[in-house]
């Protein structure tokens, strides 16, 4: 395939993924270029870097998950910490700060000896001084590079008798923009735009852990007991219930769970982080909920951005859990009289189907539009009845919604042929 057609597939294929919502990661764009264009996997990724060193496409790290960006609808207002440049570039400057570092001694590599070096010894368009500023951080923060006192870098490798206390100059922030408007509920400082730059925790004790908002590394007594410091499990971020303004009852729950801050909170029904201007909030259990997948549905987002209990969702209410009890409980008497050839599934059996097959029991359904892309990917009943929720609800390139409900029917139709009665 043409180099400049490539590059036109590519392009294409990331605002796609982007319009749906959907991280344009290496998997996904290699998936997508392979089914719509044939290309092979390997093919892509080379073009892809191909694309990044020209500066025609922009590769970003969201919370540890690299992703790629069309540089032409790249907003100019987000910040280049969160740029990840080519591996060729990546090596260019780890070398340069290399041979800097060794003819220099003592003093190490600057960012202008750096740049300097990169525009005699390199081809193709230079990184301005911010964005090479950011790349030498990135790379102390991978362990290739170390940072002086001095602000000048060498090479991880040389001196290792010699350790730098230095730490990063680059602090802790969260996202931008999340779903929850300004409220009662406070969200930690920000440093930058909406892409998360992760960095690396693990070298840091969980005992000289401090707050974001308050800067306390101990536990605090508020509220007639003492409250221990929440840890976001995606992305580090460390707070007091009290702090983000959590009631008594709040902060003891999120302290005997796993908790995600409010910039990294995923809707507890379809486990996506997507779309997060339809993220609600409860404020009885601190779990996100897309207006869409809440039961019943919310069309209308409250003015204060939160819902003040999720009681009315199946996935919550104590009164539909004991519901839920009570039909499973009946179903199960039920089938206990039946006579066996009763508790067979009414559902079809659709390991004979052949694509069309497959197509035309989804449109039946009323879902037309997303059985074309069943159709487009040759799925049949045996194919139907090995896919996983993931496979339906990002492999098949349609809106999350319809996909959620599509996935229901693939489970109906999985459990169809089986015999309860064994």
Known sequence: MASQKCKECILQIIDQLRQRKAR???????????????????????????LVESGTVVKVDYKGNVSYRNTAKWKKTHSWKKVVHSDKTCKNIISAVQEIAQNSLERGASVKDVEKWLSTNTQGPQIERTQLRAALDKEVVNGNLKKLPQGTYISSESNPEKKITEKPTTS????????????????????????????????????????????????????????????CQDCNAKAHPSCMGYNAILARRTLESPWQCIDCKTCTVCQDSGDPDTMLFCDACDKGYHMTCHEPAIEDKPQDGNNTSCLPTPYDSAASSEDDNNRIEAKRKSEERSPPEQKKSSCPDASRWGVEDVVKYFSSLGYKDQADALQDQEIDGQS???????????????????????????????????????
């Open 24 to 50: 344009p990661d290496i998997v996904r764009i290699c998936h997508m270029a392979a089914r719509k264009h044939g290309m092979k996997w390997q093919e892509t990724e080379s073009h892809l870097e191909k």
């Open 172 to 231: 802790v922030s969260s996202p931008g923009k999340r779903g929850r408007p300004p409220s009662k509920r406070k969200k930690f400082k920000k440093t930058h735009g909406p892409d998360f730059e992760t960095l690396s925790f693990g070298k840091r004790s969980m005992d000289d852990a401090s707050c974001d908002y308050c800067l306390q590394t101990e536990p605090i007594v508020r509220r007639g007991f003492k409250e221990g410091i929440l840890v």
């Open 384 to 422: 139907l009845l090995l896919m996983k929720r993931s496979d339906v609800l990002t492999g098949l390139s349609i809106r999350l919604g319809p996909a959620l409900k599509m996935y229901q029917h693939v489970m109906k139709l999985q459990l169809g042929g089986m015999d309860t009665a064994n």
